[in-house]
């Protein structure tokens, strides 16, 4: 992939301003123990990042976007921040490889990029949790069922109507992700375009 000077800088700054959601919002969600913080912080960084990948259509401009947001949140003060940083790369990984399916994607693509984006949140301690805090899946399961259950109010309900929803919910809240990517993208593409053109007629 070859990119010129202002697609380079563009991805910088998107993968800037989902390093720096990351650094604010991320600390102030769980500072206050907010509920989903992980689904929340999963759904705005990829929006940023699917706009990004907009501004340049190009197959990997997604996952470098979420390389300088990863690299960022090295900066974050206090607390493990391995997690997040496995987070970050994973759900650009993700997008990555559902955007690069077509040379310039629509909403549709944005849409199931973003689903299973955010959708990697559930996903993750599976993952990460045995391989990096040693944790058992037993013991991963057990919280998950607990978490799921309390967030939803549902903590008498059969397991799988807990898994199912929350699932669920993460799907629905990825999806939005990549719609609210392609209007704000498009919006800003058309805006900048209008603008570009009253200069050169000026």
């Given at each position: ?90 759900e650009a990984l993700v997008a990555e490889i559902v955007l690069s399916t077509r ?100």
């Amino acid at each position: 992939m070859k990119l010129i000077t202002r697609e380079l800088v563009t991805i910088a700054i998107f993968g800037t301003l989902w390093g720096i959601v990351e650094m604010t919002l991320g600390g102030v969600l769980k500072s206050l123990d907010i509920p989903m913080a992980g689904m929340f912080l999963a759904a705005v960084g990829l929006s940023i990042a699917m706009i990004g990948r907009i501004f340049v259509p190009k197959r990997g401009s997604t996952l470098f976007i979420g390389v300088i947001a990863m690299l960022l949140k090295l900066l974050s003060l206090g607390g493990v921040i391995i997690g997040p940083m496995v987070g970050i790369i994973t759900e650009a990984l993700v997008a990555e490889i559902v955007l690069s399916t077509r040379k310039e994607p629509g909403q549709v693509l944005l849409m199931l990029a973003g689903a299973l984006g955010v959708t990697w949140v559930v996903a993750q301690p599976f993952v990460t949790g045995p391989i990096l805090f040693g944790r058992t899946m037993f013991v991963i399961w057990l919280d998950f069922i607990d978490t799921a259950g309390r967030v939803l109010g549902l903590g008498g309900s059969s397991i799988l109507i807990v898994l199912g929803l929350y699932i669920l919910i993460h799907v629905i809240v990825g999806i939005l992700s990549g719609i609210l990517a392609w209007q704000v993208g498009k919006q800003v593409q058309s805006r900048l375009g209008r603008q570009e053109a009253n200069l050169v007629q000026l």
